[in-house]
C-alpha cells in the first residue's frame, strides 16, 4: 500500500507539473492580457504602468520560473485584480463549491441508484422506459435555461425561493435562509448528475444479474431482495464508483453556469471572474487546486475500489 | 452498513451546517442604533455589480463596479449638477486666472472623514500630486490631467491647479471618477497594494460609509451621520455582486434590487409590463459610433464615408435592437450637454441610392456584375471587427446586412471583449468596428478625435487641422458663450467630415422600483451623486 501512495505521489507531482506549463503558456497566448481589461479609454502610458506593475514585460519562462518557486514553497501569488493572496481568494470560496457537491451527490447516490436498480431488474418494463425518458431529458436540458425556468416559476411567479446568493452567513443565519438558498442550484446540478449515476447503475446492474453466479444463488432460494443487494449490487460498484469519482471533480471543479446563475459564490463564478479579468495568477492557483482534487478523488476511487473488491489489489 | 452509511450522511450535513453558521462571519459588525420615526427616513436599496468592487477610484482595477460604490462612499471637489454643468460638492467655489492657467478651488471647512479626521487641502494635493501625476501608477483617467503641472496648497481649504496650458473641462473632468483619498491613510504607502483601504476598510467623505464586504456577495453601506450635505434619507445602500445579467432582471422583479441601468434592452418588455417596477429613459454623454480606419486609403475619402453611413438605416436599428432608446447622432456632442448642443447640422439620412452614387463617384461600381462593387478589379470587402457586449453583436450583424444591400461585402468577426481591446484598441489591427465613447459632462471630444491623440484614444485614426484648432479654441477657454460658439462649429464640421460614422446617442434604460422616490432625472451614475436625497415610501 505505501509503495502504491508513493508510486502515486510521483505520478501526481509530474502530472501537475505538466498542467501548470501548459495552463501557463497558454493563458499567455491568449490574445488580451491585463492591461486589455482595463477601460476601453485607458491611455497607452496607463497600459504600460499596468504591464510593468504586473511584471508582465518579462519574458514567460522567467515569469513562469519564478511562479513555480512561490508555488513550491505554497505561495500561488497575488491575485491581479484584488491584490489579496491567491490561497485567500479561493480558500474562500471553496467551502460554497464543496456545499453543493456534498448535497448534489448524496440525493444523486440516494436516489439514482434505486432507481438504477429498478430499471435494471424491470428492465423493458413501462418504469423502465420512463426511468430512461427522464435520464436523457436529464442529460439535455442546458442548465442555463432550466434554472432560469426555475427563477422564473419559483422566485418570480410563486416567491417562494430567493432568485440567487448564498443566503445570510454567520450571525444572521438561519436555517430556512440556508436551505432555501440552495434548493433550485442543488436541483439543477443533480438533474446533470443524477442521469449518470442511473445510466451507470442501470447497464452495471443488466451486466452483472445475467451472470451465472446470480442464477445460482437464485437456484439456492435466495430471496430477490439479498441477490439483488448483497450479491448483484456489490459486485455491480466499481463502475458506479467510477463515475461518481468522475462527477465530483466535476462538481468541484465548479459548476460555472450554475453558480453564475444562481449568484453562488463558489469556484465556477471565481473561475469566471478570473478569466474574464486575465487574473494569471488567479487561473493558476484555480487550476492547481482543481487538478489536485482531481487526482485526490482518482486515487480515493483506486482504494475504494480494493475494499469493495477484494480481487483488485493496489499493493 | 445501511446504518453507518446514514450516520455518516447525517454527520456530514450536521458539519456543513456548523461550517454555514460560522464562516463569513467576520467581516460582520451589528449595530444597534434607534431609529428615528420620520416616515421618510429608513430602509436599505439594493444595487448589483457585476464584480467585486476596489474601494479606491484612481486604481486601474477600479472599473464601473467600482464606480458606482465609489461614487457614494467618497466625494470629489465638484460633481456633475442636475443641468449636468459642474457644480460645488468638496470645492464650493473656483475661479480661474485670466491666462487660465491657474484654477483655485475653495474648499468646505465641515468636511470629516469617515474615521473622523479633518479633510482638508493636504488631502487633495496628496491625491493629485503623489497619486494622479505619478507616472509609474497609471492612475485610472489620469490621462485628463495631462496638462496638470501640480497642486498647491495655498492654506488650510484652498488649493490651485497649475495646468501646462489651458483646460477649460477642468472642473467638469473634477467630478468624473476622481474621488480625493485620506492622505493620512495613504501616505507612505502604495496606494495600489494597500489592500487593507482598497479592498477592506475604505474611509471615504461621501454619505454613506462601509458597513460590510463579503467578497463575492455584498458590499453593504450605511448612513454617515457626519455628512457634509444633507445627511441621507436611506438607512444603508446593497451593492450586490451579481455577474449574470438575467439575474438582475430577475431580481428586481422580485423587488430584491431597487435599481439599476439595464444593458441588454432584449428584457425590457417584461420589465416595463411589470408591477412596481418603472423604466425611465435617460440622456447620457455617449455616443455610439461605427469608424474606418484611417490608415486605410480608400476610407480617407469623405464621401465613402459619408456612403456608409447613408447605406444604414439607424432609426430602423434604433427602434428593433434598441427598442427606442436612442436618437440618432450626428456629431459627438450629445443632447445632454443642453448649452453645446446643435441640431443645425448636415443629417446623412438613410439612403442607399445616394449611398451607391456616392461610392460611384470613388470609383466603386459593380463592373462584373457579381452583386459586389468593385474597384480597378478589386472587390470592396469589409473585415469588421468587434467585441461581444450587449447588443453590440446585434446591431453590427444588421450594419453588415445594410452594407451588403448597398453590395460591400462584410465579414463580421466578433471576438470576446478582451481580444478586441488588444487587437483593435492596442494593436489597431482592425478595418472597421463598432463601439462607444463615454465622457465626462463637457463638450471637448479632443480625446477622441484630436490628430495629437492617434496613438491615444482617437481610435480611427483621424487627421484634420480644422478640426484641431477649434477643438484646441475650446479646450482653452472656459468663457461659456465663446465655447458654444466654437462647438456649434465643431459639431457642423463632424457632422459632415464624420471623423467617426456617428450613430446614435444611447439613452439609458433606468430601471427602478416605483418606492424608490427622489431619484433626480439624471443617468444612474450621475444620480449617484444625489443619493442622499433618495428615500423609500411606503
Given at each position: 500500500?505505501?509503495?502504491?501512495?508513493?508510486?502515486?505521489?510521483?505520478?501526481?507531482?509530474?502530472?501537475?507539473?505538466?498542467?501548470?506549463?501548459?495552463?501557463?503558456?497558454?493563458?499567455?497566448?491568449?490574445p488580451?492580457?491585463?492591461?486589455?481589461?482595463?477601460?476601453?479609454?485607458?491611455?497607452?502610458?496607463?497600459?504600460?504602468?499596468?504591464?510593468?506593475?504586473?511584471?508582465?514585460?518579462q519574458?514567460?519562462?522567467?515569469?513562469y520560473a519564478?511562479?513555480?518557486?512561490?508555488?513550491?514553497?505554497?505561495?500561488?501569488?497575488?491575485?491581479?485584480?484584488?491584490?489579496?493572496?491567491v490561497?485567500?481568494?479561493?480558500?474562500?470560496?471553496?467551502?460554497?463549491?464543496?456545499?453543493?457537491?456534498?448535497?448534489?451527490?448524496?440525493?444523486?447516490?440516494?436516489?439514482?441508484?434505486?432507481?438504477?436498480?429498478l430499471?435494471?431488474?424491470?428492465?423493458?418494463?413501462?418504469?423502465d422506459?420512463?426511468?430512461?425518458?427522464?435520464?436523457?431529458?436529464?442529460l439535455?436540458?442546458?442548465?442555463?435555461?432550466?434554472?432560469?425556468?426555475l427563477?422564473?416559476?419559483?422566485?418570480?411567479?410563486?416567491?417562494?425561493?430567493?432568485s440567487?446568493?448564498v443566503?445570510?452567513?454567520g450571525?444572521?443565519?438561519?436555517?430556512?435562509?440556508?436551505?432555501?438558498?440552495l434548493?433550485?442550484?442543488?436541483?439543477?446540478?443533480?438533474?446533470?448528475?443524477?442521469?449518470?449515476?442511473?445510466?451507470?447503475?442501470?447497464?452495471?446492474?443488466?451486466?452483472v444479474?445475467?451472470?451465472?453466479?446470480?442464477?445460482?444463488?437464485?437456484?439456492?432460494?435466495a430471496?430477490?431482495?439479498?441477490?439483488?443487494?448483497i450479491?448483484?449490487?456489490?459486485?455491480?460498484?466499481?463502475?458506479?464508483?467510477?463515475?461518481?469519482?468522475?462527477?465530483?471533480?466535476?462538481?468541484?471543479?465548479?459548476?460555472?453556469?450554475t453558480?453564475a446563475?444562481?449568484?453562488?459564490?463558489?469556484?465556477?463564478?471565481?473561475?469566471?471572474?478570473?478569466?474574464?479579468?486575465?487574473?494569471?495568477?488567479?487561473?493558476?492557483?484555480?487550476?492547481?487546486?482543481?487538478?489536485?482534487?482531481?487526482?485526490?478523488?482518482n486515487?480515493?476511487?483506486?482504494?475504494?475500489?480494493?475494499?469493495?473488491?477484494?480481487?483488485?489489489?493496489?499493493? | 452498513?445501511?446504518?453507518?452509511?446514514?450516520?455518516?450522511?447525517?454527520?456530514?450535513?450536521?458539519?456543513?451546517?456548523?461550517?454555514?453558521?460560522?464562516?463569513?462571519?467576520?467581516?460582520?459588525?451589528?449595530?444597534?442604533?434607534?431609529?428615528?420615526?420620520?416616515?421618510?427616513?429608513g430602509?436599505?436599496v439594493?444595487?448589483?455589480?457585476?464584480?467585486?468592487?476596489?474601494?479606491?477610484?484612481?486604481?486601474?482595477?477600479?472599473?464601473?463596479?467600482?464606480?458606482?460604490?465609489?461614487?457614494?462612499?467618497?466625494?470629489?471637489?465638484?460633481?456633475?449638477?442636475k443641468?449636468?454643468?459642474?457644480?460645488?460638492?468638496?470645492?464650493?467655489?473656483?475661479?480661474?486666472?485670466?491666462?487660465?492657467?491657474?484654477w483655485?478651488?475653495f474648499?468646505?471647512?465641515d468636511v470629516?472623514?469617515?474615521?473622523?479626521?479633518?479633510?482638508?487641502?493636504?488631502?487633495?494635493?496628496?491625491?493629485?500630486?503623489?497619486?494622479?501625476?505619478?507616472?509609474?501608477?497609471?492612475?485610472?483617467?489620469?490621462?485628463?490631467?495631462?496638462?496638470?503641472?501640480?497642486?498647491?496648497?495655498?492654506?488650510?481649504?484652498?488649493?490651485?491647479?497649475?495646468?501646462?496650458?489651458?483646460v477649460?473641462?477642468?472642473?467638469?473632468?473634477?467630478?468624473?471618477?476622481?474621488?480625493?483619498?485620506?492622505?493620512?491613510?495613504?501616505?507612505?504607502?502604495?496606494?495600489?497594494?494597500?489592500?487593507?483601504?482598497?479592498?477592506?476598510?475604505?474611509?471615504g467623505?461621501?454619505?454613506?460609509?462601509?458597513?460590510?464586504?463579503?467578497?463575492?456577495?455584498?458590499?453593504?453601506?450605511?448612513?454617515?451621520?457626519?455628512?457634509?450635505?444633507?445627511?441621507?434619507?436611506?438607512?444603508?445602500?446593497?451593492?450586490?455582486?451579481?455577474?449574470?445579467?438575467?439575474?438582475?432582471?430577475?431580481?428586481?422583479?422580485?423587488?430584491?434590487?431597487?435599481?439599476?441601468?439595464?444593458?441588454?434592452?432584449?428584457?425590457?418588455?417584461?420589465?416595463?409590463?411589470?408591477?412596481?417596477?418603472?423604466?425611465?429613459?435617460?440622456?447620457t454623454?455617449r455616443?455610439?459610433?461605427l469608424?474606418l480606419?484611417?490608415?486605410?486609403?480608400?476610407?480617407?475619402?469623405?464621401?465613402?464615408?459619408?456612403?456608409?453611413?447613408?447605406?444604414?438605416?439607424?432609426?430602423?436599428?434604433?427602434?428593433?435592437?434598441?427598442?427606442?432608446?436612442?436618437t440618432?447622432?450626428?456629431?459627438?456632442?450629445?443632447?445632454?450637454?443642453?448649452?453645446?448642443?446643435?441640431?443645425?447640422?448636415?443629417r446623412i439620412?438613410?439612403?442607399?441610392?445616394?449611398?451607391?452614387?456616392?461610392?460611384?463617384?470613388?470609383?466603386?461600381?459593380?463592373?462584373?456584375?457579381?452583386?459586389?462593387?468593385?474597384?480597378?478589379?478589386?472587390?470592396?470587402?469589409?473585415?469588421?471587427?468587434?467585441?461581444?457586449?450587449?447588443?453590440?453583436?446585434?446591431?453590427?450583424?444588421?450594419?453588415?446586412?445594410?452594407?451588403?444591400?448597398?453590395g460591400?461585402?462584410?465579414?463580421?468577426?466578433?471576438?470576446?471583449?478582451?481580444?478586441?481591446?488588444?487587437?483593435v484598441?492596442?494593436?489597431?489591427?482592425?478595418?472597421?468596428?463598432?463601439?462607444?465613447?463615454?465622457?465626462?459632462?463637457?463638450?471637448?471630444?479632443?480625446?477622441?478625435?484630436?490628430?495629437?491623440?492617434?496613438?491615444?484614444?482617437?481610435?480611427?485614426?483621424?487627421?484634420?487641422?480644422?478640426?484641431?484648432?477649434?477643438?484646441?479654441e475650446?479646450?482653452?477657454?472656459?468663457?461659456?458663450?465663446?465655447?458654444?460658439?466654437?462647438?456649434?462649429?465643431?459639431?457642423?464640421?463632424?457632422?459632415?467630415?464624420?471623423?467617426?460614422?456617428?450613430?446614435?446617442?444611447?439613452?439609458?434604460?433606468?430601471?427602478?422600483?416605483?418606492?424608490?422616490?427622489?431619484?433626480?432625472?439624471?443617468s444612474?451614475?450621475?444620480?449617484?451623486h444625489?443619493?442622499?436625497?433618495?428615500?423609500?415610501?411606503?
Open positions: 500500500m505505501l509503495k502504491f501512495l508513493i508510486n502515486r505521489f510521483g505520478q501526481s507531482i509530474i502530472l501537475l507539473l505538466i498542467v501548470t506549463v501548459i495552463t501557463f503558456f497558454l493563458i499567455n497566448l491568449a488580451g492580457g491585463p492591461s486589455s481589461t482595463m477601460r476601453m479609454d485607458a491611455s497607452p502610458e496607463e497600459r504600460q504602468a499596468m504591464v510593468e506593475k504586473l511584471g508582465l514585460d519574458p514567460v519562462i522567467v515569469r519564478s511562479w513555480l518557486k512561490g508555488a513550491f514553497s505554497g505561495d500561488l501569488g497575488t491575485s491581479f485584480t484584488s491584490n489579496e493572496p490561497v485567500q481568494r479561493i480558500a474562500e470560496r471553496l467551502p460554497y463549491t464543496i456545499e453543493l457537491t456534498i448535497f448534489t451527490i448524496i440525493i444523486s447516490i440516494i436516489i439514482g441508484i434505486p432507481i438504477g436498480i430499471s435494471a431488474i424491470k428492465r423493458g418494463s413501462v418504469p422506459h420512463i426511468i430512461n425518458f427522464f435520464s436523457v431529458v436529464g439535455s436540458v442546458p442548465a442555463f435555461w432550466l434554472g432560469l425556468m427563477i422564473l416559476l419559483f422566485s418570480i411567479n410563486l416567491g417562494w425561493l430567493p440567487s446568493g443566503g445570510a452567513r450571525v444572521d443565519f438561519n436555517l430556512w435562509g440556508w436551505i432555501s438558498h434548493i433550485m442550484p442543488v436541483l439543477i446540478l443533480t438533474t446533470t448528475i443524477l442521469p449518470n449515476i442511473v445510466r451507470f447503475t442501470r447497464s452495471s446492474m443488466l451486466e444479474i445475467s451472470q451465472n453466479y446470480i442464477r445460482t444463488i437464485r437456484a439456492k432460494g430471496k430477490e431482495s439479498i441477490v439483488i443487494y450479491h448483484a449490487l456489490r459486485n455491480a460498484l466499481i463502475p458506479i464508483i467510477t463515475i461518481i469519482g468522475v462527477l465530483i471533480p466535476r462538481l468541484l471543479s465548479g459548476a460555472v453556469i453558480e446563475i444562481f449568484g453562488w459564490t463558489g469556484i465556477g463564478t471565481l473561475i469566471l471572474e478570473a478569466a474574464r479579468g486575465r487574473d494569471y495568477p488567479l487561473v493558476m492557483g484555480i487550476t492547481i487546486v482543481i487538478t489536485i482534487v482531481v487526482i485526490l478523488c486515487l480515493i476511487v483506486d482504494i475504494v475500489y480494493s475494499r469493495v473488491d477484494p480481487r483488485v489489489k493496489n499493493v | 452498513m445501511n446504518k453507518k452509511i446514514i450516520i455518516t450522511i447525517i454527520g456530514i450535513m450536521g458539519i456543513l451546517f456548523l461550517n454555514a453558521c460560522s464562516y463569513g462571519a467576520d467581516n460582520t459588525s451589528t449595530t444597534n442604533n434607534d431609529k428615528e420615526e420620520d416616515p421618510q427616513k430602509g436599505k439594493s444595487i448589483p455589480i457585476v464584480a467585486d468592487p476596489t474601494f479606491n477610484p484612481w486604481h486601474p482595477n477600479a472599473y464601473a463596479e467600482s464606480n458606482v460604490v465609489n461614487r457614494v462612499l467618497f466625494s470629489s471637489l465638484t460633481k456633475p449638477g443641468d449636468l454643468a459642474p457644480s460645488p460638492d468638496l470645492a464650493e467655489e473656483w475661479e480661474v486666472s485670466d491666462d487660465e492657467l491657474e483655485t478651488f474648499l468646505r471647512d470629516l472623514w469617515h474615521d473622523g479626521e479633518k479633510f482638508t487641502a493636504d488631502d487633495v494635493a496628496y491625491t493629485f500630486n503623489e497619486i494622479v501625476l505619478n507616472e509609474e501608477l497609471g492612475a485610472n483617467n489620469s490621462s485628463y490631467f495631462g496638462q496638470l503641472n501640480k497642486v498647491e496648497v495655498v492654506d488650510e481649504y484652498t488649493v490651485k491647479f497649475v495646468l501646462e496650458s489651458p477649460a473641462a477642468l472642473p467638469a473632468y473634477l467630478g468624473f471618477n476622481t474621488e480625493i483619498l485620506p492622505k493620512h491613510i495613504f501616505e507612505g504607502e502604495d496606494p495600489w497594494n494597500l489592500t487593507s483601504f482598497n479592498k477592506e476598510n475604505p474611509i467623505t461621501g454619505a454613506f460609509k462601509l458597513k460590510t464586504y463579503n467578497s463575492g456577495q455584498s458590499v453593504v453601506l450605511e448612513r454617515n451621520e457626519d455628512y457634509y450635505g444633507e445627511t441621507a434619507l436611506l438607512d444603508e445602500v446593497e451593492y450586490k455582486v451579481l455577474g449574470d445579467a438575467n439575474t438582475h432582471v430577475a431580481q428586481i422583479l422580485t423587488g430584491e434590487l431597487s435599481i439599476f441601468a439595464l444593458d441588454d434592452l432584449a428584457a425590457i418588455e417584461k420589465i416595463e409590463n411589470a408591477d412596481g417596477v418603472d423604466v425611465y429613459a435617460r440622456d454623454t455616443f455610439f459610433w469608424i480606419n484611417q490608415e486605410i486609403e480608400k476610407y480617407q475619402d469623405k464621401e465613402v464615408r459619408q456612403a456608409i453611413l447613408h447605406a444604414i438605416d439607424r432609426q430602423t436599428i434604433i427602434d428593433t435592437v434598441l427598442k427606442g432608446y436612442a440618432i447622432a450626428d456629431s459627438g456632442i450629445a443632447p445632454a450637454l443642453q448649452q453645446y448642443y446643435t441640431e443645425d447640422v448636415t439620412e438613410y439612403d442607399p441610392d445616394l449611398a451607391k452614387e456616392l461610392l460611384k463617384e470613388a470609383g466603386w461600381e459593380d463592373s462584373d456584375g457579381d452583386g459586389i462593387l468593385d474597384k480597378d478589379g478589386e472587390p470592396f470587402t469589409i473585415d469588421f471587427e468587434i467585441g461581444i457586449q450587449g447588443d453590440l453583436e446585434a446591431v453590427s450583424q444588421m450594419v453588415q446586412q445594410y452594407l451588403e444591400e448597398i460591400i461585402k462584410v465579414n463580421l468577426n466578433a471576438m470576446e471583449w478582451n481580444t478586441m481591446i488588444q487587437q484598441v492596442v494593436e489597431r489591427d482592425y478595418e472597421m468596428t463598432l463601439n462607444w465613447w463615454r465622457y465626462p459632462a463637457d463638450p471637448d471630444l479632443s480625446a477622441y478625435m484630436h490628430s495629437k491623440n492617434v496613438k491615444g484614444n482617437n481610435i480611427p485614426g483621424y487627421k484634420n487641422e480644422e478640426l484641431d484648432k477649434l477643438l484646441d475650446g479646450a482653452q477657454t472656459s468663457d461659456i458663450e465663446k465655447r458654444q460658439k466654437i462647438y456649434i462649429e465643431a459639431q457642423q464640421l463632424m457632422a459632415e467630415e464624420l471623423p467617426y460614422l456617428f450613430l446614435w446617442y444611447p439613452q439609458e434604460a433606468q430601471v427602478r422600483i416605483d418606492k424608490l422616490k427622489g431619484v433626480p432625472d439624471l444612474f451614475g450621475d444620480a449617484l444625489y443619493i442622499n436625497e433618495w428615500y423609500l415610501e411606503e
